[in-house]
C-alpha cells in the first residue's frame, strides 16, 4: 500500500533514500545555477596524469550525473523488487542501502570536482579522488562481507 499524503509518504520512505533524494536534488539546482556562468565548452574527463583529455557541452556537464546518479538510485530500488531471492537482500539491508547513498555520495563528489575545475579551480584530480575511492572500495568489501545469496550484489563463486 502506497501513502496518499506527504506525511505518510516520509514516514514510508527510509531515511537513506531521503538522503539519497537530496542529494541528487542539490546536484540538479547546482546545474541550473552554474548553467550560465559556466564555458560552452567544459572538462569532462581527465587522464591518469590529471590532465583534461575530454570535453562536453555545458549541459551534458552539468546534468549528465544527476542524471546517472537518478539512475542508479532507482536501479538499487529495483533490484530488492525482482532478485528472485529478495529475502535474503533483506538480510543485509541495511549495508545495502547505506551503499545506494554511498555511490550516490561518490557521484556528487566527481560532479562537485568537475564544476569546481571547469569554474577555474585547479587541482590534482588523481590525488582528490583517491580518498573517495579508498572510502568506497572499503564499503565495497564490507557490503561483499555482509551480503547474504542474491542475485545481484556480492561476488557468485562455486
Not at 34 to 47: L, T, V
Not at 93 to 106: E, S, T
Amino acid at each position: 500500500m502506497f501513502p496518499s499524503s506527504p506525511v505518510q509518504l516520509y514516514k514510508y520512505m527510509k531515511k537513506s533514500y531521503l538522503i539519497t533524494l537530496f542529494i541528487i536534488l542539490v546536484s540538479f539546482v547546482l546545474g541550473f545555477y552554474f548553467y550560465p556562468q559556466f564555458p560552452d565548452r567544459a572538462a569532462s574527463h581527465w587522464n591518469i596524469k590529471g590532465q583534461v583529455d575530454s570535453y562536453m557541452g555545458k549541459f551534458w556537464v552539468l546534468f549528465l550525473m544527476p542524471i546517472i546518479s537518478l539512475a542508479i538510485f532507482l536501479l538499487f530500488l529495483l533490484i530488492p523488487k525482482i532478485d528472485p531471492l529478495k529475502a535474503n537482500i533483506e538480510k543485509f539491508r541495511k549495508y545495502f542501502d547505506g551503499f545506494i547513498v554511498l555511490i550516490v555520495l561518490f557521484l556528487f563528489y566527481i560532479y562537485s570536482l568537475t564544476i569546481f575545475w571547469n569554474l577555474g579551480v585547479r587541482f590534482d584530480m588523481g590525488q582528490v579522488l583517491a580518498p573517495a575511492l579508498a572510502v568506497l572500495f572499503y564499503y565495497c568489501g564490507v557490503l561483499t562481507g555482509k551480503a547474504k545469496r542474491n542475485w545481484f550484489v556480492g561476488i557468485r563463486t562455486p
